[in-house]
């Protein structure tokens, strides 16, 4: 959502930037300025200066400088919108949004994040006093987790009654569906008989829950998966949150490094073994919002997942976000079949040195190439020689010490200057490599497609004619829609059946890549065919997917496909080789085929996506709405092509249309 400029100055002007900081520092006026110690480094002396006539700051130890704005966003990890709309709240201002809706999408955020809280209010209460969460109580007992846990963490019990929730909050089933509490027909609570984790965003406002199956002794395990999570909505990306953060960003600050772990009880359980700076990712990969969100609170970042093969993996893929963000990234190893949770309750000395020993982020990857290498034979040491130096081709030479590459050399064994030749030339092969927007894990990969082109080669796979999206053909054997309108100059043809199949398993195969978070940043409307959309609401609503995915893969080849199990399977498999970069530009292209597509359909007096327009309107209202939704779509086209802002672009597509497709989709009078 974009907030109108003058609006954004007005909050800045209005905003007592010395109270703000003042809240978090102790400032002392000297002349004009105030000055005290750096929040964002570790100093004794104040080099911290607060300018609150010209409402700016600056340090001279680590030059972090800005307005009230920046200091917010930096202090609270918010994004621009959300840190604005905090100091305007604060000063009593009504913004303006320049989006067509996205005022009412605001306010629906607002309902949501109250609807939330309540719900996080509800499953504290009943934890704490009611008879049935008694089993639940003595579960968190002999987990270690005292009264005081309890009350930091806000753990909650969503009881086994199928509707309780829904009774309680008293609110529409389609705005519960909408905060991911419960289905909408019938209204039902989507989480029962569990143990409740509010996942809070880098401010504390609850955003989401993570529901975990009450075991019980007396009682066979409870089918289904272990933790249940709320899928995607209008205030929960997960790819943006990380469990925790809110609660450990000050503590990173001091320790001046934040432990990440993979599950709600691993962060827990730091905490109680005295490591207060750790926080968890919410069910999915690191991702480049999450490396953005650490780089705020400390520099070096230790990664603490489980000790299993798919934590270690999981641990090897991060190296894209090291130098991107300027991070230092470690690996903390711990010892066989264990969590830092499980860790933390039976040994927290051995979890805080695990931690304090954790090796750098290359010495860990080299470590894992050579583990998996065949260093028995000539033609494996050289394998793994020439894989291990492209691990350290990404860092300067004069920055590599013998230090860092004896003991990789070792193991080859090689000479370390032998090694180190063996590095020069892989940085050498890197830089003769052909310019990317950013390089990846996947060299083999094909580079972005050119701009001016379609995406989808020779025919491209998204239409320009009636529809936008959802009301493309969707199978083969289905009848022919309207005849086509003239193909606009520069557009893509409509594409033939075979061609929009294609095209949703390639967008498909982006949603699965194991980089970066694509799933979060489409819409069903981006798929041309209804299997298409299938697989992606299951692949946006099952967390046990992927796992799934794989088992229908490896079927008896006799036995009857379902084609959209096929289409995940398959986008399972492909996804594994489809580089983050590849991802984003499949991506930032469809959109740019639905904007394309959505202002040829508008133009010609189609509807608005998701869209009823009230028939009390006037002609001119009805005229003047259509007109800025077409002026800001048309806005958005050329940021889809700008490599530095088509994600930003994006964003602001799926916020704009999931706000149009929320609660109440008619536009009034009022609006």
């Known amino acids: 959502m974009s907030i109108r400029d003058s609006d954004v100055q007005r909050v800045r002007e209005a905003t007592d930037l010395v109270a703000l900081i003042g809240r978090r520092v102790s400032l002392k006026r000297v002349g004009n300025r105030h000055v005290g110690l750096c929040p964002f480094h570790t100093e004794k002396t104040p080099s911290f200066s607060v300018n609150g006539t010209e409402g700016f700051y ?149 955003v989401s829950f993570a529901g975990r199956v009450l075991p019980r002794s007396d009682e ?7 933790y249940k999570n709320t899928a995607g909505t209008a205030v929960y990306d997960k790819s943006k949150v990380l469990y925790g953060l809110h609660l450990a960003k000050q503590a990173a600050r001091k320790a001046g490094r934040i432990v990440v772990c993979e599950g709600h009880t691993d962060v827990i359980g730091c905490e109680l073994a005295g490591i207060a700076e750790a926080v968890a990712t919410c069910g999915t990969a690191l991702t480049a919002q999450h490396a953005e969100l650490l780089s705020r609170s400390a520099k070096r970042i230790v990664l603490a997942f489980d000790a299993d093969a798919a934590g270690q993996a999981a641990a090897e893929r991060v190296h894209q976000w090291e130098r991107e963000y300027g991070l230092d990234i470690f690996v903390a190893t711990l010892p066989p079949d264990s969590d830092p949770g499980d860790l933390a309750a039976s040994n927290p000395p051995a979890l805080r040195r695990a931690l304090d020993e954790a090796q750098p982020l290359h010495a860990f990857r080299a470590e894992r190439i050579l583990g998996r290498a065949d260093l028995e034979s000539p033609a494996g040491r050289d394998r793994a020689a020439d894989e291990a130096a492209g691990v350290f081709a990404v860092y300067p030479p004069e920055i590599l010490l013998d230090s860092d590459l004896g003991p990789i050399a070792e193991r080859i064994p090689m000479e370390v200057q032998k090694f180190r030749e063996r590095v020069d030339a892989a940085r050498r092969r890197l830089a003769e490599r052909p310019a990317r927007a950013a390089p990846g894990p996947y060299d083999d990969a094909p580079p972005p497609p050119d701009p001016g082109e379609s995406y989808f080669d020779d025919g491209g796979g998204y239409p320009d004619g009636n529809d936008a999206g959802a009301a493309y053909r969707d199978s083969p054997g289905d009848a022919p829609g309207p005849a086509p309108r003239r193909r606009p100059a520069g557009v893509p043809r409509q594409p033939s059946p075979r061609r929009q199949i294609q095209a949703d398993a390639d967008l498909l195969a982006a949603a699965a890549a194991p980089h970066g978070d694509a799933l979060g940043l489409m819409v069903p409307e981006l798929f041309a065919t209804s299997a298409g959309r299938q697989a992606f609401s299951l692949m946006t609503t099952d967390p046990g997917w992927n796992e799934r995915a794989t088992g229908a893969a490896s079927a008896p080849s006799g036995e009857d496909v379902d084609p959209v199990a096929d289409m995940v399977a398959a986008a399972a498999a492909t996804g594994a080789h489809v580089s983050s970069e590849l991802a984003k530009d499949r991506v930032a292209m469809a959109w740019r085929h639905f904007v394309r597509a959505t202002v040829d359909r508008v133009s010609a007096g189609g509807d608005i996506p998701r869209t009823q327009l009230d028939p009390e309107l006037s002609a001119t209202a009805q005229m003047e709405f259509r007109h800025q939704c077409l002026r800001w779509l048309r806005e958005r086209e050329p940021e889809l092509l700008d490599l530095d802002k088509r994600i930003a672009a994006v964003e602001d597509l799926r916020d704009w249309l999931c706000s149009l497709g929320e609660a109440s989709s008619t536009v009034t009078a009022a609006e």
């Open 58 to 206: 600056h340090c001279f130890g680590c030059k972090a400088s800005g307005d009230a704005i920046t200091f917010l966003r930096e202090t609270e990890h918010l994004d621009f919108t959300d840190a604005v709309e905090q100091l305007a709240a604060a000063a009593n201002i009504t913004l303006t949004y320049d989006a067509p809706g996205a005022q009412r999408a605001n306010q629906r955020r607002k309902e949501l994040l109250e609807l939330l809280e309540r719900a996080a209010g509800f499953y504290y209460e009943r934890l704490m006093s009611s008879p049935d969460a008694g089993d639940a109580r003595a579960y968190l007992r002999r987990r270690g987790y005292d009264r005081d846990t309890v009350v930091k963490w806000r753990l909650g019990y969503a009881p086994p009654v199928w509707d309780e929730l829904c009774r309680h909050l008293d609110a529409p089933p389609e705005q519960l569906a909408a905060a991911g509490l419960a289905y909408a027909d019938p209204a039902s609570d989507f989480f029962r008989d569990r143990i409740m984790f509010p996942i809070c965003d880098a401010s504390g406002r609850v």
């Open 220 to 226: 066979p395990p409870p089918k289904g998966p272990k």
